[in-house]
């Protein structure tokens, strides 16, 4: 019953657009699953991917996608600890040698040998798709694959981000593009964790998204004179935040964040613009013992605590569905920044 051909999203050249077109179904390997991905969410990476913005080769045609939530429906004769039937996740770490001394230590994101979901190999904007066994994310039966695909690259980063942070309950945190697909999940997890956010990001519609979904304070950067004085004004005693999640696209933020962040807090780096450099002063970095650090992703532990502050009920971040078919206007609103929270595919339409 699984079909030889399926509907796929293919960027076929740097720059794009994506095509909408059948492709054949491939069969997964002996320490693989094949997973019939009901829905994706779109992730900024997918965009950065198809328009070659990083310094990392892309695979080309490559299908991206790395938020996949489905049904395992076939599995390598290696795979023991998978049943199909089974709800798992395709993110984006798709595989990593398992061998190394990262992995070793539970560090895969940074495996040489890593395979990378819609990036390295094909990801989740097709309906049937390839990961390795053992780094596919195991979804509890009774979680909406819909609601629950986010979680799996937005929320996975966002939740390790502030693990990485050191912040602890009572303290607070700026979320810097708090209004996009990961911003909204880090208010979230950082509600969920004990923290107090000061949200950032651009335009009141955002804004809004962000005190709805319980953030303290509002800082548009588009519309104040002084972000800096307006980001301390909002924590006590005008400290400053205890950390910084960077999620922005753009390296102005990445440039600011050691301004406003509170003496001893630490700025963690995860969004990735383009050719952006960090840029800190010294003195200030050294006499108020400031941390600057990157945070990518999350290892398969990480990818399971998440998944359980979900299962939870403690994550509801916004997000709005669309046919697979219309991936490349998700991309377009993209671009120009307009998308409050996630934008999810129905693999079906
Ligand atoms: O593991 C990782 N480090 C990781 C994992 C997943 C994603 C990193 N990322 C990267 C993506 O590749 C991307 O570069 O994180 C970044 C954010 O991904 P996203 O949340 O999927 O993007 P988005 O939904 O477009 O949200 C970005 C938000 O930033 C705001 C925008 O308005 C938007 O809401 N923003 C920008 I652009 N400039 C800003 C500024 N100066 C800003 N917000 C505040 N200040
Ligand atoms: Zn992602
Ligand atoms: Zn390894």
Known sequence: EIPTEQWAQVVEKTGGPAVYKKIPVQKPGPDEVLINVKFSGVCHTDLHAMMGDWPLDVKLPLVGGHEGAGVVVAKGELVKDIELGDHAGIKWLNGSCLACSFCMQADEPLCSHALLSGYTVDGSFQQYAIAKAAHVARIPKELDLEAVAPVLCAGITVYKGLKESGARPGQW?????????????????????????????????????????????????????????????????????????????????????????????????????????????????????????????????????????????????????????????????????????????????
Request: charged residues 20%; proline residues 3%.
């Open 173 to 349: 945190v700026a979320i810097v593009g708090a209004g996009g697909g990961l911003g909204n999940m880090a208010i979230q997890y950082a509600k969920a964790m004990g923290l107090n956010v000061v949200a950032i990001d651009g335009g009141a519609e955002k804004g809004e998204a962000c005190k709805a979904l319980g953030s303290q304070a509002y800082v548009d950067f588009t519309a104040t004179s002084d972000l800096v004085a307006d980001v301390k004004a909002a924590t006590p005693e005008g400290l400053g935040p205890h950390a910084v999640l960077l999620l922005a696209v753009q390296e102005k933020p990445f440039q600011q964040a050691t301004e406003y962040v509170r003496s001893r807090g630490s700025v963690i780096c995860i969004g990735l613009p383009a050719k952006a450099y960090l840029k800190a002063p010294v003195f200030d970095t050294v006499v108020r013992m400031i941390t600057i650090k990157g945070s990518y992703v999350g290892n398969r532990q990480d990818t399971q605590e998440a998944i359980d502050f979900y299962a939870r009920g403690l994550i509801k971040a916004p997000f709005k569905t669309i046919g697979l078919s219309q991936l490349q206007d998700v991309y377009e609103m993209m671009h120009e920044n307009k998308i409050v929270g996630r934008y999810v595919v129905d693999t079906s339409k």
